[in-house]
């Protein structure tokens, strides 16, 4: 299913094949939590600024409306009109960042809901049956992701906990993609490596999750908390132990810098709710680097956002217009924030795919790295 088409030094381009069409990777995932980029983004705007995967949440969906409600309606792409890869986070994240209390056994995890304090219990198997209810192209194992820094400790019991529950995943998955009735047959599954910062933890634990010969691998529980130069030395250490003919994802991350990195270190998949949130406040990425549009030297600015960028907001409207939206509280410019910040993210994996093809990689990480980390002029 992944073609490594080619590589310069540990950065790889490649094509992942799924039921749902082919993914050019490395790869940005669009953000839709609950079936829905936040700021009015439609589908169909997501073909337009060059979304390859959509990603949404196993948990939020499994709220409101409920898994069982999409799985009636013929699974996740008839229901938000999509016909290209989703993946579902497990929903693990979600459990132990937002459940204020939770109690975590071996079968799984007790916790509250966030919505309405509903009695909810969450292990392996019910991720793998709402996910399966769902029907997305690719499913996350249900995996415990601890804070940083955590105790060397609780890290290691956690990552046992959570090898033992991939184990329950893989078989939960196979025994429901084998159902007449399963919506998506094909669905795929990605294990997670956990471990927190420590570099022993994190190296055995990808290990022993690379024996079971999954769809794909991520990394997880990495930006809540450590340091970026932390983060990158876990991938590195990481990165060799991870199978080659497999795609690899790092979670939530990132900054345009952290894409930039995380490719130079073999990372294929990315995805992080960054560009539409900074987006729905006024901080835009462009090709000279960061600029916040509320910031009084733009009110009669009547250039586009990125001179350099072809998004329906560049396109058309001004930074001065764009700018008076956000002021006047009108909604149509949070949608144009977060078309550009989207499209953006979106071009930025399209110029590193055509930069690894043309073996131009490197020259390309280097002039970006310390444009796009700055303060536009």
Request: proline share 4%; hydrophobic share 40%; aromatic share 10%.
């Amino acid at each position: 299913m992944f073609e490594l088409i080619t590589r310069e030094g540990n950065a790889r381009r490649g094509a992942f094949t799924t039921v749902h069409g082919t993914v050019q990777t490395p790869v940005f995932m669009n953000v839709g939590t609950c079936a829905a980029i936040k700021g009015g983004v439609s589908t169909q705007d997501l073909k337009e600024i060059g979304c390859q995967v959509e990603l949404s949440n196993t948990y939020h969906l499994h709220i409101r409306p409920g898994d069982e409600i999409i799985c009636a309606m013929g699974g996740i792409h008839k229901f938000f009109n999509w016909d290209r890869p989703v993946l579902t986070d497990s929903g693990g994240f979600q459990v132990f960042s937002l459940a204020k209390l939770r109690k975590i056994k071996e079968e799984g995890v007790y916790f509250s809901s966030h919505v309405d304090g509903k009695k909810i219990f969450m292990g392996p198997e019910q991720s793998m049956r709402i996910q399966s209810n769902i029907a997305s192209t690719i499913a996350m194992a249900f995996d415990e992701c601890v804070e940083n820094p955590a105790e060397y400790h609780y890290a290691k019991d956690s990552c046992e906990r959570t090898v033992r529950w991939l184990v329950r995943c893989k078989a939960e998955m196979a025994r429901l993609n084998a159902l007449p009735d399963t919506v998506n047959p094909h669905q795929l599954l990605f294990g997670i490596n956990q471990g927190s910062t420590y570099i022993d933890l994190r190296i055995e634990n990808m290990q022993r999750i690379a024996e079971l010969e999954l769809d794909g691998y991520a990394i997880g529980g990495l930006a809540v908390g450590e340091s970026a130069e932390e983060m990158y030395r876990v991938i590195e250490a990481v990165e060799p132990y991870m199978p080659a003919d497999k795609p690899r994802y790092l979670m939530g991350v990132g900054t345009p810098v952290n894409l930039l990195e995380g490719v130079y270190r073999g990372v294929d998949f990315f995805d992080c709710v960054m560009p539409s949130r900074n987006a729905r406040h006024g901080n835009l990425f462009t090709w000279k680097g960061k600029m916040n549009l509320l910031n009084e030297k733009y009110l009669c600015d009547d250039q586009p956002i990125d001179p350099d960028c072809a998004c329906p907001a560049c396109r058309h409207y001004s930074r001065a217009y764009i700018r008076h939206l956000f002021k006047a509280k009108e909604t149509l410019g949070m949608r144009l924030a977060v078309l550009h910040n989207l499209y953006f993210y979106n071009q930025l994996m399209q110029k590193i795919r055509d930069a690894l093809d043309a073996h131009e990689y490197t020259e390309f990480y280097r002039k970006y790295l310390p444009i796009l980390g700055a303060r536009a002029e």
